[in-house]
């Protein structure tokens, strides 16, 4: 029994091994292309790794570069926005999609948020969702160290600051909770969408037959407000709504 527990550690350890040298070997093989300028066959191989399974900030600006290369401006800004979704502070994507965005057609304004939504989203976006989750865990465990303190030392001393010091604590680890939860809704949210195709009328109903509302081109930038059957109720940064099919876009 044990030799085959002893066994299936080993296959899982060695299977899991291969398909890491796999991914890199492919990354190393999409840079390569890439530098060579054949994109085509860079975002082949870049692509093999995402349908593996395996996602990264540095793979999605990766392949912004390749489709902008390629001159497909909304795939380019659609994999610049996921790169930025898993790491809001990426500079790198951040700037390259800033570029980007100079060529598409839609030049939207975006609508203000309250000083206090624009805060707290700038703060949230120091840091990635798994470093405020580390972050958050690492204020949970010296808050229980404290918390052992006042069960556990005999001097009242310590007791009594370790008392005092554990509401700082204790705040501080909602103040990072909160923030390693948002960051990580705001990193698998599926709200958010990237226009596909060139050009879309948006209408005021779903229905093809309503009235056309405004006209929408590639690589706007939308939030999905709710679906229904193939439509979906779209929202632009300047307020703006209406209804369009969801083939028209690509969540981010």
Do not use: C
């Amino acid at each position: 029994m044990n030799m085959k527990a002893l066994s299936l550690v080993l296959m899982v350890f060695t299977t899991q091994f291969v398909l890491a040298d796999t991914m890199d070997s492919l990354l190393q093989k999409g840079n390569e292309y890439y530098i060579a300028k054949d994109y085509y066959k860079a975002a082949r191989y870049y692509e093999t790794i995402l349908k593996a399974g395996k996602e990264s900030a540095d793979l999605y600006d990766n392949l912004g570069n390749v489709y902008y290369k390629l001159n497909d401006i909304s795939r380019s800004i659609l994999y610049y926005e996921k790169a930025i979704q898993l790491n809001p502070d990426f500079q790198d994507a951040i700037f390259n999609l800033s570029i980007v965005n100079t060529r598409t057609t839609d030049k939207i304004e975006q609508m203000p948020d309250i000083f206090f939504i624009a805060w707290f989203k700038s703060v949230r976006n120091w840091m990635s969702p798994d470093s405020w989750a580390i972050f958050a865990l690492a204020i949970f465990l010296i808050l229980l160290t404290v918390v052992l303190l006042i069960l556990l030392v005999p001097s009242l001393l310590i007791r009594r600051i370790a008392f005092a010091s554990s509401f700082l604590f204790l705040l501080l680890f909602i103040f990072t909770f909160v923030f390693a939860y948002s960051a990580y809704k705001a990193a698998v949210s599926d709200d958010q969408a990237i226009v596909m195709s060139p050009s879309v009328i948006v209408k005021s109903s779903p229905d093809e037959t309503a009235t056309d509302l405004f006209m929408i081109h590639e690589g706007t930038k939308v939030k999905i407000n709710e679906a229904f059957g193939d439509w979906i109720e779209i929202q632009l940064a300047d307020g703006k709504s209406g209804w369009i099919t969801a083939l028209n876009v690509e969540v981010i």
